[in-house]
């Protein structure tokens, strides 16, 4: 029975390829995100995929109310509001947004999800900080806005091992810095209707476009990224994780597994005990080529 490898990285290219790449990779989604909908679904229990093909974006129904994981680039925000809908949910009932770090593509619809239903943002102080030190650091101009000085203050700043309890649900905050400073990397259970309990793991960001020297200068950071994201790997490699959510598609074969799925209804490929090591290895595989080959 065919299985998905946990993370797949685009080649090595110099900081000068991959953001002249960047941009124009989602002019199309920019221009209409419509064709980038994917159907929402229960991945296991009370937690269920509500992002697109480009992003990810995750829900838990908690018993007291939707805790949701991170708002997209803001121009699919309506492709949110109607995953959240066709699985049977109201978005006036998201009470808590945990943004995984602060990169525009995972938090331009957190703004609407305050001022619409109310809901209380949340998101690291490390990148809360740096962004209001420096507002560019969102990313924001390579959005499909260019209003990246007006970003979503959060309501709460999480702090290295702070935990985030809704109804039966507690989050474990974990500082795992790397993509960005303030990355953090979340676990959880997801629980069934039996009672039954998956452990859940999610790191908020692993890509490398942020991790160039280059980069680095342009942006007012250290230059010990690559340093930092393996100390956060080896931080939290020996959770013991059941179900591994992605930051985007490609990181976890979202499309994949999903696609697989239809197909092979009796087998549920998101759980996997092996695919936290999976991933944490491909990253840290990835994370030593990269220095190797001098791409930082």
């Not at 938090?107 to 030190?133: Q, T």
């Not at 020297?213 to 990224?225: D, G, R, T």
Request: some cysteine.
């Amino acid at each position: 029975m065919e299985m998905y490898k946990e993370c797949k990285f685009a080649k090595n290219v110099s900081y000068e390829d991959a953001f002249a790449a960047f941009e124009p990779a989602l002019s199309d989604f920019y221009r209409d995100a419509l064709p980038y909908r994917m159907e929402p679904f229960r991945i296991f229990g009370n937690l269920y995929y509500v992002g697109n093909k480009k992003v990810c974006m995750h829900l838990i129904d908690t018993g007291a109310g939707l805790l949701l994981f991170d708002t997209g680039y803001g121009n699919d925000f309506y492709l949110l509001l109607e995953s959240i809908r066709a699985l049977g949910f109201d978005p006036h009932d998201v009470k808590i947004v945990i943004h995984s770090h602060g990169h525009f593509d995972h938090m331009n619809g957190g703004k609407a999800m305050r001022e619409l239903f109310g809901s209380k943002i949340y998101m690291s102080r490390v990148d809360s900080d740096l962004i209001e030190e420096m507002p560019s650091r969102a990313l924001s101009e390579y959005g499909p806005g260019k209003y990246f000085e007006d970003w979503c203050v959060p309501d709460v700043r999480i702090d290295d091992g702070q935990v985030i309890t809704l109804g039966n649900t507690s989050v474990r905050c974990v500082l795992t810095p790397g993509h960005t400073f303030g990355t953090m990397t979340y676990f959880f259970d997801a629980v069934d209707e039996t009672g039954k309990k998956l452990h859940v793991g999610y790191m908020g960001g692993c890509g490398f476009l942020t991790v160039y020297k280059k980069y680095c200068e342009k942006y007012k950071l250290p230059q010990n990224k690559l340093e930092k994201m393996g100390e956060s790997i080896r931080k939290v490699y020996d959770e013991p994780v059941d179900i591994v959510i992605g930051n985007h598609p490609g990181q976890n074969c979202t499309i994949e597994k999903r696609e697989w799925w239809i197909a092979h209804p009796e087998k549920n490929p998101f759980i996997n005990p092996n695919a936290w090591h999976e991933f944490l290895d491909g990253l840290e595989a990835k994370r030593r080529s990269f220095i190797a080959e001098g791409c930082y």
